[in-house]
């Protein structure tokens, strides 16, 4: 009986006394979202006392979260998610032709999976069986829906016909190319077994083989890549491919402090999910409009709808099923990582930060981790951020002319906020 | 493909050249090599530029550098490339770099394209070009690292701890796909699709390579089937030659070169390649002095020349009868079985071939101190 209650005050003398991460992140989230923060019966802390007494504190602390998200913080626009959500329903309720986001998407990726088997050239049986192993029509192909969404989004907008160039459909086929060659090398470096329901191509081939096969699909699309003949796009998509390596680096390491480590947390996440969503919306806006403010909106969607996607992928982690995900839960505590809902936790129960530091390696850290999370507000707090993402995002992409792709977008962060898988 | 192999190679006067460059292997090679490259270097300046600093410096890298250290004593591949990074003579790990930016200087500038200024020409090179030249060899560098990943499910207890080779691993995937993710934004900043295409395709060919040499590599394959002469042709062009001639081509692409020029800096590095690659393989069946332990791949260019000519029954049985009790071939056996047969020999002719070839490819560029080190760098992998 003693235990809760120690952690019950802990948890509060923490909320009181440390300008931690939570704070800084409050603080900036709470800036423009207080109200509809405290509306969604958000926890203690963000009507704590003496949360409005030092806010220079820990703003300065964290210039660089701020820097990151800076678009979170740089409009103040307190109403604007109500007004949003309005303008959304409206959208939703008299629109009679809306469909979903998938649906709509469609008929630009009927011949996605052919298209990229083809430009996987190569003449030895086997190393094609690799190659085309996970090109199998089973992924979501979540990253070619948004690029083909945007391109059609923005061809509108730049008052064109919506049908997509020959040069964005490639953006659409090289961004799920350059996805599969990491999560290829992934597997191996995590050691995974099995992905998507299947055995992973380390696993039947061995390590060996399955690098090669991730080297050999970054070459095709490097190879389609260069085929578009635009150089700023070659290099908005080649800034992924550095971004995927220094992101997989970023998780080596842990950050001794609660500020850096959320920041890297948040770096981490941009570079090794966000950036390529966020450099293909890029590239197809490049490709149809020479205006940099609209490449810059194509971007920051991408960007925080990327993020978002990736915290909740996070949080799912904890919450979903073992089948759901086609991988085991608690994976990322397994393999020493330390994520959102960690992270979040670890405010509440200071005990998790020796566990972060040793990677949750000694015995019974995996699932003492486990156990503080589900007890802590780590997994709605990671929600909630992943929410301000979507936010923003839907911000951004409704400065976009209107059309039926841009309003599948807008739905689109609702989608990504509440899968369940 | 296989009757253009022999029909060259029966062109070329076997008994005389072969004997004469017999009589040249007592010279040690290696040293010479050494020399002919470093001479080269001078040519084109200090070929290290900033991108592979940058690389070799970042977080990323140290961060590398510094995990392996935790791998010393164990079997990883990962641990003796690293040492040949900073052991090895470095010649050879340059190599690639240099042929670019000799060929680069040997086709000198080019006048009439517009938007290429000689001024920013550093000793006959354009930057681009340099760049290119380290784009090269930090590619080459990614797969010298990729080759080493170790299979897992082959690992003994005579490979150390399996969590050690599991870390080699995630070290190993991580600095090759570093390096190659730099290669790739070095490729972007070169402004030209082309070679983005070009250099994006040397890097599809050398896995298709790599991935051949694995497969023939295994013991069940040596002894089942193996390749023939022409298909070993192909893929160590693959592995070992499709790069260098692509950014020899690249270079001159870079430069706004003709397409003839193009043409022929390709088959420069094509041919230079292979004819590199027979002069590496043919090494320990040169200098074997009696008593020395030998070891050589059963898929280096003398054994595949020897199986073609004994054919597959003979060599069957050379093999059963090199068999020792560790289920290990004396190598000394096979050795004096290749030597006594043409397969050495044919080998040396078809290095031969290559390193004319590859002179043969630059005769066109204006003479110049860079040209005759490529004519140097294309004599010495004839030489023993």
């Known amino acids: 009986m003693a235990g809760p209650m120690w952690r019950q005050c802990r948890r509060w003398s923490t909320n009181c006394t440390s300008a931690s991460l939570l704070e800084t992140l409050w603080h900036f989230n709470c800036r423009s979202v207080s109200f509809s923060a405290s509306s969604l019966g958000w926890p203690s802390w963000s009507s704590r006392p003496g949360n409005e007494g030092q806010p220079s504190s820990s703003t300065q602390i964290n210039p660089k979260i701020l820097n990151f998200t800076s678009s979170l913080n740089r409009h103040k626009s307190r109403l604007l998610y109500p007004t949003l959500q309005s303008c959304c329903c409206r959208t939703l309720h008299s629109d009679a032709k809306l469909k979903d986001p998938f649906t709509l998407a469609q008929k630009d990726l009927t011949s996605l999976y052919d298209d990229i088997k083809k430009e996987l050239f190569v003449s030895k049986e086997e190393l094609k069986s690799l190659c085309d192993y996970y090109f199998d029509g089973k992924g979501k192909a979540i990253r070619p829906m948004i690029v083909v969404l945007m391109a059609r989004a923005l061809n509108i907008h730049s008052n064109r016909a919506g049908d997509l160039l020959p040069g964005q459909r490639a953006i659409a086929m090289i961004s799920e190319m350059i996805h599969t060659a990491s999560l290829v090398h992934d597997d191996v470096i995590d050691g995974s077994d099995k992905r998507r329901g299947k055995r992973t191509i380390n696993e039947v081939w061995g390590e060996r083989k399955a690098i090669l096969a991730g080297d050999f699909i970054l070459s095709a699309a490097s190879m389609a890549l260069a085929r578009i003949g635009n150089n700023t796009v070659v290099k908005v998509l080649s800034q992924v491919i550095e971004d995927l390596v220094r992101g997989e680096f970023m998780q080596l390491g842990s950050k001794e402090n609660e500020n850096e480590r959320f920041k890297h947390y948040l770096e981490k996440t941009f570079k090794k999910t966000a950036s390529l969503i966020a450099n ?55 393999l020493g990582l330390a994520t959102g809902p960690v992270l979040f936790a670890c405010q509440q129960f200071p005990e998790l930060h020796a566990m972060i530091m040793r990677r949750f390696s000694s015995n019974g850290d995996v699932d003492r981790a486990w156990q503080y999370v589900l007890q802590s507000d780590g997994v709605q707090q990671t929600n909630f951020l992943a929410q301000r993402y979507c936010q923003e995002a839907i911000r951004q992409i409704s400065m976009l002319r209107p059309s039926p792709e841009r309003d599948a977008l807008i739905r689109l962060t609702e989608m990504v906020l509440t899968r369940d898988k | 493909m296989l009757p253009t192999t022999w029909s060259r190679l029966s062109c070329r006067a076997l008994s005389s050249r072969g004997q004469r460059t017999l009589s040249l292997f007592s010279s040690s ?81 080019n ?13 006959g090179i354009y930057p681009s070009q340099r760049n290119l030249a380290e784009i090269t060899e930090l590619i080459h560098t990614a797969f010298l690292v990729h080759r080493g990943i170790v299979n897992l499910k082959e690992w003994t207890v005579s490979d150390g701890p399996l969590k050690d080779m599991q870390f080699g691993n995630k070290m190993a995937i991580l600095s090759g796909d570093f390096l190659l993710a730099n290669a790739c934004t070095g490729l972007a900043q070169l402004n030209n699709t082309k070679v983005v295409e070009l250099i994006s395709s040397a890097i599809g060919d050398l896995v298709q390579g790599i991935y051949y040499e694995n497969s023939n590599n295994t013991e069940e394959n040596s002894l089942t089937g193996g390749v023939d002469v022409a298909t070993w042709e192909e893929q160590t062009f693959l592995s070992h030659g499709a790069l260098l001639a692509k950014s020899c081509q690249a270079a001159m692409e870079l430069a706004k070169h003709d397409k003839e020029s193009q043409r022929l800096a390709y088959k420069y590095g094509k041919h230079l390649s292979l004819g590199h690659k027979l002069n590496s393989d043919l090494q320990p069946f040169m200098k074997s002095s009696v008593g020395e332990p030998v070891s050589f791949s059963l898929s280096a260019a003398p054994v595949v020349f020897h199986r073609q000519i004994v054919g597959q029954e003979r060599w069957h049985q050379q093999l059963q009868q090199a068999q020792t009790l560790r289920n290990q071939p004396d190598y000394s056996k096979l050795l004096a079985a290749v030597k006594s047969e043409k397969g050495m020999s044919s080998a040396v002719d078809l290095c031969c071939y290559h390193g004319n070839k590859a002179l043969e490819a630059i005769q066109a560029f204006p003479s110049s101190e860079a040209r005759s080190a490529l004519e140097n760098i294309a004599s010495a992998i004839t030489k023993f």
Request: hydrophobic letters at 40%; a neutral charge.
């Open chain 2, 111 to 123: 006048h009439a394209a517009s938007d290429l200024l000689a001024q920013d020409m550093v000793s």
């Open chain 2, 29 to 109: 090679g290696p040293s010479n090599w050494s020399k002919v490259v470093s001479d080269a270097e001078k040519i084109v300046g200090y070929p290290t530029s900033f991108m592979s600093l940058r690389c070799l410096l970042s977080d990323e890298l140290s961060n590398v550098a510094m995990h392996v250290r935790k791998l010393v004593g164990t079997q990883h591949p990962l641990l003796s490339t690293a040492r040949g990074f900073v052991y090895d003579n470095r010649n050879n790990l340059q190599m690639r770099g240099v042929i670019v930016l000799l060929m680069s200087k040997a086709a000198g500038p």
């Open chain 1, 280 to 334: 293909s919306c890029k590239a197809v806006s490049i490709l149809v409009n020479s205006d940099p403010e609209v490449h810059e909106i194509a971007y920051q969607y991408g960007k925080n709808v990327g993020i978002a996607f990736q915290l909740v992928d996070d949080v799912l982690d904890f919450t979903s099923g073992a089948n759901h995900l086609g991988k085991p839960s608690a994976a990322d505590l397994k």
